[in-house]
């Protein structure tokens, strides 16, 4: 087996959970979807191919809705006792 060593790459934790997300879509983890990056980056000499889920995009949104409705979320929830108490039922 042919040794391997570390490279860490800076992204903010929307960019990874995102990274993550599309990888394990297409069925890959996020290292084996660098190293087939690398390989190919290197071999061509820039970028060689676009490789793109065409559900991806529909789940970055799902995943961007996510954390807007959860930044928006004040935490001040009614219990249903309290709805319906609310609502006269």
């Known amino acids: ?14 960019e990874k959970e995102q990274f993550e997300a599309v990888a394990n879509s297409i069925g890959v983890t996020p290292s084996v979807a660098i190293n087939i990056f690398v390989t190919k980056f290197t071999r061509y000499g820039g970028f060689p191919f676009d490789v793109v889920n065409p559900e991806a995009a529909e789940l970055l949104d799902d995943i961007a809705a996510y954390h807007k409705a959860k930044a928006e979320d004040d935490g001040n929830h009614l219990s249903l006792a309290e709805m319906r108490k609310e609502l006269g039922i």
């Open 1 to 14: 087996m042919a040794s391997s060593t570390m490279v860490g790459v800076r992204i903010s934790p929307e």
